[in-house]
């Protein structure tokens, strides 16, 4: 044998010891044949570990032995955050005006009823002088009322007086003080003249019966008795008629400067004045006297003041208005949002919506945003589309969700968890056992002797939504098994590390 065939003799030796050796290894990694077949379900990609009794307590492997069970899945789909609707305002002015001031800032957080901007406007300060016009007629009325009241009290004590006929001197000293109107004069005086008839009718009587008179000077004091008297009786009839209708006159003058100040009232209020304005107060029973100077304390009343206030708390999110400008009505100054709860819409797939027969309007649902410090936060489901889009064979899902540290902003893209219906006699691993090996999902199966462990592939019925879900496994494993729960990352990286090869 020539130099050429050793060197090659001694080549192919070394190649088939190294082939060996390699043959030997994978051997040793999987296992054993009759130990392989002993374990059911057992594929020909199943890779298998062995952990030592030292190994197996620091990494705390948790098992469950797989049975067929009840399921109720979650689906997770993609949302995006938007802003509540019901929460967010353009606020504009109900009437043109100049802007005399900004009180706030873009991104600024304020208050309900807090003044946004001061508007001058003709038309508010035209209405708030109506409202002021009418304000006093309402008080000069009442004052007439009342005085109008007083004299009808009086004139009736007056003929309950007279009623009785007593002295006319006594009825001047007791009323002298006491307003009566333009009915003193001629209820007194006929009073007096029926007086004076009266007793002169007295006198005459008293003579014919003493013979010292005729018998016509009876009659003729008898017939000027009977014409005073019906003056005076006149007299009370017109003073009763005359007082009730000058009270009604004067009541029916209240009621029509109330109804004016309301009209007026309601007209300010219409052009969106806030309702703690002065000059909105409807106190109609006011007792409130008009005092002598009371112009000089509305000379400078700044009548066409009108302030823009927030309708309720939220942040300000555009503003469109600056100092000395002309505004419209209706035109947007600020758009107010409340930033305290967000909407989060999710379009789910026709094919999908079918497996979530049991959501319902009130359902909560896990809502996981990237850069929130919870990552999870729930919401309650407010609306379920009853139309699937034509575009996009989607049916729309809305929840609201609290977002008081404001960390969910609108725009922004997220993820939701929606329960699916429930399944029954399905074989199911917690989403902690699944772990990716390969490009392939699978569980790590236990085998009897409690330290060796096969990575099986499957096959599940949607991926994990997190440790603690239920996955449906539809094909790669059977009922009897006994699969890891936990622990299987741990397995996994064992795994990986057993089949590195060793360096020299």
Known sequence: MNRTSIVVFISGAALGAVSLWFLGAGRGSV?????????????????????????????????????????????????????????????????????????????QKVKAGQRLAMIESPDVGTA???????????????????????????????????????????????????????????????????????????????LFKKNLIGEHLIHQSQHGREGAQAEFESAMEQTRFDVLQEKRISDQKVQQAEVDLIDAVQRLRLLGVPGDDPSLDLDLNSSEIVSADWTKSIVMEDVAAYPIVAAFDGTITSRTVVPSQKVDMGAPLFTLADLSTVRVSAQIAEKDFSSLADLKLGDVIDVIAPGTTNKVVHGNIIYIGAEVDPQTRTVPVIAETPNATGQLRPGQFCRVNLERAEQDGVLAVPGSAVVEWNGKSGVFVALKDGKSFDFQPVILDQQPVDDKHMVVVRQGLSAGQTVVTGGAFMLKSELILSLEPEEE
């Open 31 to 107: 296992g054993s044949t009759s130990e392989s077949s002993a374990e059911p379900a057992k594929s020909v990609s199943a890779r298998r570990v062995s952990i030592s009794p030292e190994k197996l307590k620091v990494i705390q492997i948790e098992t469950a032995l797989l049975e067929p069970t009840k399921v109720r899945q979650q689906m997770q789909v993609p949302a995006t955050i938007t802003l509540n609707v019901d929460r967010r305002a353009t606020v504009s002015p109900r009437v043109p005006g100049i802007v005399r001031q900004v009180d706030v800032v873009l991104g």
């Open 128 to 206: 708030r002088l109506l409202v002021r016009s009418h304000r006093f007629d309402l008080q000069v009325s009442k004052r007439d009322a009342e005085w109008r009241a007083l004299i009808t009290k009086n004139v009736e004590l007056l003929m309950t007086d007279l009623a009785t006929k007593p002295e006319a001197k006594t009825l001047e000293i007791k009323y002298a003080n006491k307003p009566l109107g333009h009915d003193r004069g001629m209820l007194l005086s006929s009073y007096a003249k029926y007086e004076l008839t009266r007793h002169e009718e007295l006198k005459q009587l008293e």
